[in-house]
């Protein structure tokens, strides 16, 4: 672990301390066992910064297109990958989730394969692919050299190379849920339509639209008086004509003027509407795909643990890669660690598991227990963990985490866990990185996800590349609403049809 010799924390402690977010620290955990605490104050190990070292610093890639480093061009949807070096070629190699037959990422529980991507320059790229390591089903793969003549690919679903069909049809809207406005009391002078939101332009709520204000109210979805209150809201602004309530934003209303919008089909939603007011009670196309059967996929990854989760092996990263015979456990989504006495050390979502070899045998080490699950102060679900163990034996994951806020503000993206012992485990409170990335010739992006977090280490140990799947929808207004309860938020863009097309990203880290 490399430290820079000044303090790099030092201005920003005095900024930090004066919100009152963070005291002078007192041991190493203060830094969030990124750095060192020396005199009171933390000295980051690089790459990280920012208040208790919690900010893993980016670079800026030349462009977007150099950015991409799969999946961007030429065009296919790809979900993330790791990069492994070859100590005897110094080629890089990614190993890399490719969706197969031209689908998006809403396919992914179908159509996901391993592909192999070789860089012979630069770890950045460009990369050319090879080949399919791993054929369909694979999906999330993380590769390691454990030995001289040993390379493993870590992933979900059993890779047994099962036939590939068409990309799915979506499945035909859902009716309205009629039930919504039977809960709530009726309003004078409002027609509510149950299954409906209002909009002409992006808002803060998922797939509304124009807006006027976004209201807190003293009651919930569930209390039939919700209705009144917010009308109540919507009669103190003189533009109001229309106010939403929903499932999937308890506790609040949006209101809105008449603008030239339409209602939109959105089942968490029911819009009340001011008799007579300019509404044309239609459904945008775009919103047509609300019932679509990625529904099935309200426990996530946890498709591919049910059929448990492979290990492939191969004598070089070239391959060809083969299935390993083991008594490796379900695990889903792996991120393995090779420890230097020869151990592996596999974070799950969301435990422990550990072997003194890849044949094993393997055991349980402990639950990852994360505490607490908030970010930026509202719920949030925390998944895709990578794990690393830095330079002075401290543990670190970094994760996807997500809530249902939709766009803006409240659109998380990721989260940091560090460990002494791989059992008792701490949140750092801050997003360790965000949506944002700024280009080296002067532009930036906003993504409305960015997930499979990985690391590529130098040879000192050090960070110096991030990878993610990326969505570059945004600002996720025309996405669909997923999760159970409804409200997926941002985090859906990247399954929503004809919007699905995703792509995996690599930044350079330590602020260059």
């Known amino acids: 672990m490399r430290f820079p010799s000044r303090l790099l924390c030092l201005g920003i402690l005095l900024v930090t301390t004066a919100n009152g977010s963070s005291e002078a620290c007192s041991t190493d955990d203060d830094c ?176 509304c639209g124009h807006y006027l204000a976004w209201v807190t109210l003293n009651c919930t979805f569930n209390d039939p008086t919700c209705s009144r209150a917010a009308a109540a809201a919507c009669a103190a602004h003189p533009e109001c004509v229309s106010f939403s309530v929903s499932t999937a934003q308890d506790g609040k209303t949006q209101l809105f003027s008449a603008g030239n919008a339409s209602l939109r089909h959105n089942p968490a939603w029911s819009t009340y509407v001011r008799t007579g007011a300019p509404f044309a009670h239609t459904e945008d196309a775009l919103h047509n795909h609300m019932g679509i059967s990625v529904w099935g996929f309200t426990a996530r990854d946890t498709v591919g643990a049910s059929g448990g989760s492979s290990i492939h092996t191969a004598t070089s990263p070239d391959g060809p890669f083969s299935p390993l015979q083991t008594d490796y456990p379900s695990c889903n989504n792996p991120s393995p660690w090779k420890m230097k006495n020869g151990t592996l050390v596999v974070a799950c979502t969301w435990r422990i598991i550990t072997a003194p070899k890849p044949e094993g045998p393997w055991t349980e080490l402990a639950p990852i227990t994360i505490s607490p699950t908030t970010r930026k102060g509202v719920s949030a679900a925390w998944e895709d963990p990578f794990l690393w163990q830095d330079e002075r034996g401290h543990w670190h994951i970094l994760s996807h985490t997500y809530t249902r806020e939709g766009a803006g503000p409240l659109n998380s993206i990721s989260g940091h866990l560090f460990s002494r012992d791989l059992i008792h485990w701490s949140v750092a409170p801050l997003e360790p990185y965000g949506n944002v990335v700024q280009y080296a010739d002067g532009t930036n992006q906003t993504f409305s996800t960015m997930e499979r977090p990985k690391l590529y280490f130098n040879t000192e140990g050090v960070p110096t590349h991030l990878t993610n799947g990326v969505s570059p929808v945004y600002p996720c207004d025309t996405c669909i609403v997923g999760d159970s309860p409804p409200g997926g938020g941002c985090c859906w863009c990247k399954v929503t049809p004809g919007e699905d097309y995703t792509y995996t990203l690599m930044q350079p880290l330590g602020g260059s």
């Open 32 to 207: 969030s066992l990124n750095g060192l605490c020396t005199a009171g104050q933390c000295q980051c190990a690089e790459p990280w910064g920012g208040p208790d070292c919690q900010i893993l610093q980016r670079g800026k890639p030349p462009s977007k297109a150099f950015a991409g480093v799969y999946g961007y061009s030429p065009n296919v949807s790809s979900w993330g990958g790791n990069v492994v070096t070859d100590p005897v070629t110094g080629h890089h190699h990614l190993f890399v989730t490719e969706i197969a037959g031209g689908c998006g990422l809403s396919s992914w529980g179908s159509h996901s394969r391993i592909a192999h991507a070789v860089s012979t320059s630069n770890v950045s790229g460009p990369y050319t692919r090879a080949g399919v390591a791993v054929p369909h089903q694979s999906h999330n793969p993380q590769a390691l050299q454990y030995s001289p003549t040993q390379w493993l690919i870590f992933h979900i679903f059993p890779g047994s190379n099962s036939s590939i069909g068409p990309c799915p049809t979506p499945a035909p809207p859902s009716p309205p849920p009629a039930a919504l406005c039977s809960k709530l009391n009726p309003v004078p002078g409002f027609d509510c339509h149950p299954g409906e939101c209002g909009g002409d332009t992006p808002g803060p709520a998922p797939n």
